[in-house]
């Protein structure tokens, strides 16, 4: 399984249209159930005289662990496909679902959409497309969901590509980048066998295109970036930050700084698995140390990088916002909080340059007085304690954030500019 490229994936959509069902179907289908838990409850059912029992099964242990407030483990749910292996990179209805998209803590390089044939685009479809777009997300999968529901009419599922493809022109997705399927999460079409109920239909099924996706890149080759996430003391190494490698490599005898703490020095030791490495690349988790870094000098939130190339320091950033929820309006001097990779920082709207037209692109007001909800714009926004982030066209790893507000994602963001 190890030796195959391994994809992360969204699965976003709409809440009740479909998400989880579609989860446990790829989960189901790929046979990554234990087969002991899948023959435990055979039996049960069996017995019961109850039928289609195995997908049902995964669909309790879904909700159940759901209702525990356990997700987090079926986010690291994985199955495979010929030439990939995918992780589910997090849990369809979880709480944080949109700011862990934003912040990386679970990028993801492709997503499928899931919109219900009886329903159509609906407040959540337009608000993730928007964010799968700002975060760049390269193809989408759009699996028009509950055909049965439907009859399988073909005409219902033309009805609501139509109505995607509208809105993903609207936020300039490319529509030759998007496949589109008509499934039955529940019933099983088009998910791994091409549908008999739907024999007018003849493009690939989930899997399929799944499996087709051009591989991801490791950005191996950009300057190294590791966001850190805790500064432990071990005794018999000395201090040990832990982060995972975003960008570059990240090798033993290398040169290194802690940006904003300004603390650097030499790598001695790098450790992955609980074991001992010369070098760790993009999406590793690992743990080093660093000559004469003490655990006072760096904290969470810094970012590591080469001393030659070291992260960047906002004094102020401009960024292209789009204002996802918000109870009034944000004008500046709004202060809320930014969420950038591993970094929490208040941050003030020191301008509103632009208002963007989410249509064309293009500027529709020069220094709005005012944004809200479904706006896009560019603003610059004023740290209040330093911040380490980068423009997304040069790392766009440590180029998107999320702002939040009263426990709410209010609007995701692409840095544009850097003002160190
Ligand atoms: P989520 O909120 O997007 O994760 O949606 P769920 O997967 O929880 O599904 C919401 C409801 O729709 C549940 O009652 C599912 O059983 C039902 N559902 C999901 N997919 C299908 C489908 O393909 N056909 C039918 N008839 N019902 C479905």
């Not at 986010?75 to 209805?93: L, M, N, S």
């Not at 219900?116 to 608000?127: K, L, M, S, W």
Request: aromatic share 6%; glycine share 8%; proline share 6%.
């Amino acid at each position: 399984m190890a030796d195959k490229p391994h994809q992360n994936l969204a699965i976003i959509g709409h809440v009740d249209h479909g998400k989880s069902t579609l989860v446990g179907r790829l989960l189901f289908e790929t046979g990554s159930v234990p087969e002991h838990i899948i023959e435990q409850h055979r039996e049960e059912a069996a017995s019961k005289g109850k039928s289609g029992f195995e997908f049902a099964y995964v669909m309790d242990n879904l909700a159940e662990e759901r209702e525990r407030g356990v997700t987090i483990d079926i986010a690291h749910q994985r199955f495979d496909t010929e030439k990939y292996y995918f992780t589910i990179v997090d849990t369809p209805g979880h709480r944080d679902f949109v700011k862990n998209m934003i912040t990386g803590a679970s990028q993801a390089d492709h997503a499928i959409l899931v919109v219900a044939a009886d329903d159509g685009v609906a407040p959540q479809t337009r608000e993730h497309v928007f964010l799968a777009r700002t975060l760049g997300i390269e193809e989408l999968i759009i699996a028009v969901n509950k055909m049965d529901v439907v009859d399988y009419s073909e005409d219902s599922y033309k009805q609501v590509k139509e109505e995607v493809q509208q809105l993903l022109q609207q936020v300039r997705f490319n529509s030759d980048d998007a496949g589109f399927i008509p499934i039955s999460a529940f019933e099983g079409d088009n998910i791994a066998e091409p549908s008999e109920n739907m024999t007018w239909f003849d493009g690939p099924t989930v899997l399929e295109s799944l499996n087709n996706l051009p591989e991801p890149s490791p950005p191996t080759d950009a300057p190294l970036r590791v966001p850190i996430q805790d500064v432990y003391t071990i005794s018999g190494i000395g201090t040990v930050p832990v982060g995972r490698v975003e960008t570059g490599m990240l090798r033993t005898g290398d040169n290194v700084r802690f940006m904003p703490s300004d603390a650097g020095g030499e790598v001695k030791t790098i450790e992955m698995h609980h074991e001992e490495v010369p070098e760790a690349g993009p999406g590793d988790n690992v743990g080093f140390n660093v000559r004469g870094v003490g655990k006072d000098d760096i904290r969470r939130g810094d970012v590591c990088g080469p001393a030659d190339d070291p992260p960047s320091v906002a004094k102020t950033f401009t960024a292209q916002i789009v204002v996802m929820q918000h109870p009034s309006v944000i004008t500046a001097g709004y202060t809320p909080v930014i969420h950038a990779h591993t970094a929490q920082v208040a941050c003030t709207f020191e301008s509103l340059d632009q208002k963007l037209d989410p249509a064309s692109g293009e500027v529709a007001e020069e220094e709005p007085d005012f944004i809200k909800a479904g706006d896009a714009a560019v603003v610059t926004l004023r740290p209040q304690k330093p911040l380490s982030i980068e423009p997304s066209s040069e790392i766009a790893e440590l180029g998107s954030f999320a702002i939040r507000d009263m426990g709410q994602t209010i609007a995701a963001g692409k840095v544009l500019e850097v003002n160190e």
